[in-house]
């Protein structure tokens, strides 16, 4: 077993070596994060400067979850197999460069291709990330308050998100919304090369041809909506019989895997699919909304880019603020009532952004439905993570956080296909969509049989 040795810190005491290490880790993580919100108020800008259509602004998007959504479902298994902090840091390093590479994309076509790379090392990191905090941190309270560092981090990179594309996108375009990831990048890099989180490759196998099939599945799923919601039908024929095609393979590859990407006692948990149609509409709703709203917001109410960011701090304040009080929450009465309690916020602000939209009322009734979505959002996605490990079989939380990830950004992608594709016939329609899958997700959970307690 060969384990990776990187340069002591010499002079560190190990609790400041600690701390340093964590602050990467968590830097990881809110620069993945920072890239699904970042780019929405430059939407309109990018389109100017690239001459592109929604079609070819929902795959700048969608570019980037299909593959970190698909490659999430694996990247369990290679941290383990080639060791985290080695996975985590090349994560890192292909993420600062594929970004510092899409700031200078000459046209769609290399965006597109670098949105994906990026995606790709998203998935690297983030599984890695979790690996690292239960090494650095083995005694489970003090990991507890390393993941609780670690989970407000990504809610401050929500609520960065928007405000700082805003800003840069004002100041000098959207091509500066991806130069930002490079200086974090080298920060992480830094802080992230130390002994304490050496960790040693395993044998655990990865089967790429079901991995592969995965994301050509999500991929194409993903491109027929888009073309349906262009009208390009002949194009979203073609990529729904390769869909059919996709899927039928990957199911044909897992049944005979002996490495399977979706793990069986996990498809076999009820409560555990419930937590996973929750989590997939949670991030349905906040991913399409994020990307309509803006285009309303700029081109029909004529807002600057900076303005439309300070607008969605009613959605995103609240992923800084209240994770703190959902965990108190969730440790006292469990995850199920504030999971339930979350969709039903995420309806009701849906439902308000839709009628607020659909009746061209001023921004004030658009900020409820905004202050709604983002309490229902920091409310559900910290009890589902409780939710779906609770109900995840014994020796699967790993796998279980890899899945519960991939179908977040899975929501992801499919929000930005689907309500962009029917914003094209009103974004008040579109916004209308979320509250639906929300509500309709709500059910589910609601009817499926609570833990004990």
Not at 126 to 153: C, D, T
Not at 215 to 223: H, I, Q, R, S, V
Not at 321 to 327: K, V
């Amino acid at each position: 077993m060969t384990v990776v040795n990187s340069p002591p810190s010499a002079g560190v005491s190990p609790s400041r070596r600690r701390t340093g290490a964590l602050t990467g880790i968590s830097l990881g993580y809110f620069m993945v994060l920072l890239d699904t919100t970042v780019l929405s108020v430059a939407e309109p800008d990018l389109a100017s400067s690239l001459g592109t259509s929604t079609a070819g602004l929902q795959w700048a998007v969608t570019g980037y979850t299909v593959v970190f959504a698909a490659l999430l479902l694996s990247a369990g298994a290679a941290a383990d197999r080639f060791g985290a902090q080695r996975l985590f840091r090349c994560g890192a390093a292909v993420f600062a460069l594929a970004s510092l590479l899409s700031a200078m994309a000459p046209g769609l076509g290399a965006l597109l291709l670098l949105r994906a790379v990026s995606g790709a090392a998203a998935a690297a990191c983030v599984p890695a990330s979790m690996a690292l905090i239960a090494l650095l941190y083995p005694v489970p309270a003090a990991r507890a308050r390393a993941v609780a560092v670690w989970a407000a981090v990504s809610g401050a990179a929500v609520a960065a998100g928007p405000i700082a594309g805003g800003a840069l996108v004002e100041a000098a375009g959207w091509r500066a919304v991806f130069l930002v990831n490079v200086p974090i990048g080298a920060v992480v890099l830094a802080l992230t090369r130390t002994r304490s989180l050496a960790s040693a490759r395993g044998d655990r196998r990865i089967d790429w041809p079901a991995q592969l099939a995965a994301a050509a599945a999500l991929a194409l799923l993903t491109d027929a909506l888009i073309a349906a919601g262009a009208g390009a039908w002949t194009h979203a024929a073609w990529s729904a019989a390769g869909l059919l095609a996709a899927a039928l393979g990957f199911a044909a590859l897992e049944r005979r895997s002996r490495a399977p990407v979706l793990h069986r006692g996990l498809r076999r948990s009820g409560r555990v699919r419930a937590g996973l149609v929750a989590a997939a509409a949670a991030n349905f709703a906040l991913a399409g909304t994020l990307f309509v709203l803006p285009l309303l917001l700029q081109q029909q109410r004529h807002l600057s880019p900076l303005q439309t960011g300070l607008a969605f701090l009613p959605l995103t304040v609240p992923f800084a603020a209240n994770p703190p009080l959902t965990g108190r929450i969730v440790a006292r009465v469990g995850p199920r009532r504030p999971v339930l309690a979350g969709l039903a916020l995420l309806a009701l602000g849906g439902g308000a952004l839709a009628g607020a939209v659909l009746a061209a009322a001023a921004y004030p009734w658009i900020a409820l439905g905004l202050l709604l979505s983002g309490f229902g959002i920091s409310c559900v996605l910290p009890a589902l993570v409780a939710a779906v490990m609770d109900a995840a079989p014994e020796g699967t939380a790993g796998a279980a956080g890899g899945l519960l990830n991939a179908v977040r950004q899975v929501g992801a992608t499919l929000g930005v296909a689907l309500m962009g594709a029917v914003a094209g016939h009103g974004t008040g329609w579109s916004l209308l969509l979320s509250a639906a899958a929300c509500a309709l997700a709500g059910t589910v959970f609601a009817l499926t049989r609570p833990a004990p307690r």
